[in-house]
């Protein structure tokens, strides 16, 4: 079920300054990408799932050994979000994420080892070890990041859909952020800018009802947060995060809209957050009552109760599915583990476009371009 609020007619606006060609081949591919939802689509979907559900246990896990340092934040709850999302998207498309998204990088192709070796900040990471669990980045795979910074990712997103838009490219920018991002001063100029100048960005608030221990009734005059596109005239809908067929179709929507008119989207998605807001975060703030009730609220659960009633998938058959999945994430663990760490002489190789006179001598905490 998606609820939507269309953008009001406007008088003639100027097109993006940039944008030369008005995108042929985007009108051209009107015709969908992903397959209907039929048997082969909807258990392609359960596996991917359960693969995000495994992996994130297991980071959790490693977490506690010590294995992973710094913040980690898990997608537990969020699977059928971020593969609905994820099947909306072309290859090509470029995806601007927060710090809650080791699951996107995997549904974006990504393998399971090079995520896991980023979190065990391994010189095989996806991004060679320096980025950690909140800065996974992968160009080829047209991930732009992993921010550690509420709202930080949202202006960078505008950026590269103007980029897009003045090369005359017939790629989606999507950016996704939490629910307590949508306060943030950054969140609003994007979406003036993005409505402003017609850019093709999708704009995907993930809804868990929380930022951090903040619920979204405390903290937002507005709680039915997709209706802040209104205010930047832009279309916009809210989505059962916990359907992964109604994600997708919803962000087909959002991203076929962008594409064809260049018209930016705000899509919102509700799903709850299983767990604590980081692995070190115990939930005290939730009731007894509410942590029982998520249990009901899990996608996963839902999924296979769904296609085993439709007898799609036995018992037995997610079993075995459950049985590769997590071979796959052991995997994964051990070619992290056995990886070496990253050289500290390449401590600077990912921070400057340019090369910095006298890094090798350099310690991390001395000022770059010192005497
Ligand atoms: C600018 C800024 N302010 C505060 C923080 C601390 N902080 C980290 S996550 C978070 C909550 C964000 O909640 P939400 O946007 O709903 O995302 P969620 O964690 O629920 O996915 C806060 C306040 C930060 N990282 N950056
Ligand atoms: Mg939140």
């Known amino acids: ?16 300054r940039g944008a030369k060609t008005p995108r042929p081949e985007a009108a051209a591919a009107a015709a969908p990408e992903v397959p209907a939802a039929d048997a082969d689509t909807l258990v392609g979907y359960y596996r991917q799932m359960l693969l995000i559900r495994r992996f994130e246990e297991r980071a959790a896990r490693a977490y506690t050994e010590a294995k992973i340092g710094g913040y980690c934040h898990l997608n537990l709850g969020e699977e059928a979000t971020v593969v609905g999302l994820m099947a909306a998207l072309r290859p090509s498309d470029y995806l601007f994420t927060n710090y809650r998204e080791h699951g996107y990088a995997l549904a974006k192709g990504i393998g399971a080892d090079r995520v896991m070796a980023e979190l065990y ?11 950690g669990s909140m800065h996974l980045f992968d160009a080829e795979a047209r991930l732009l990041g992993g921010y550690g910074i509420v709202g930080g990712q949202v202006p960078l997103a505008a950026g590269a859909a103007l980029a897009v838009s003045y090369k005359g490219g017939d790629e989606v920018v999507m950016c996704h952020m939490g629910d307590g991002t949508t306060a943030i001063g950054a969140f609003h100029e994007s979406l003036n800018i993005a409505g402003l100048w017609d850019l093709p960005v999708v704009f995907v608030v993930i ?6 221990g903040t619920t979204v009734e405390n903290s937002s005059a507005e709680p039915e947060l997709y209706r802040r596109g209104a205010a930047y005239r832009m279309e916009s809908a809210r989505v059962d995060g916990t359907d992964v067929v109604a994600v997708r179709d919803a962000a087909r929507r959002a991203v076929e809209r962008a594409r064809s008119e260049s018209k930016p989207y705000l899509l919102e998605t509700t799903s709850p957050r299983l767990k604590g807001h980081s692995v070190v975060d115990p939930a005290r703030y939730r009731s007894k009552e509410e942590k029982e009730a998520l249990k009901a609220a899990d996608p996963l659960a839902r999924m296979a109760l769904e296609l085993e009633e439709a007898g799609i998938l036995s018992h037995d058959d997610r ?5 590769e999945v997590t071979a796959e994430v052991d995997a994964a663990a051990a070619f992290a ?10 401590l600077f190789d990912y921070t400057y476009a340019t090369p910095v006179p006298g890094e090798l001598r350099r310690l991390p905490a001395d000022p770059v371009f010192g005497s």
């Not at 809804?207 to 951090?212: D, I, K, R, S, T």
């Not at 079993?319 to 049985?323: E, F, Q, S, T």
């Open 1 to 16: 079920m998606t609820e939507t609020v269309r953008s009001a007619p406007r008088a003639a606006r100027p097109r993006t």
């Open 337 to 346: 583990d056995e990886s070496p760490a990253p050289d500290v002489s390449t």
């Open 207 to 212: 809804n868990n009802g929380l930022g951090m």
């Open 319 to 323: 079993d075995k599915l459950d049985a």
């Open 121 to 131: 900040g391994r010189s095989t990471g996806v991004s060679k070890g320096w980025g």
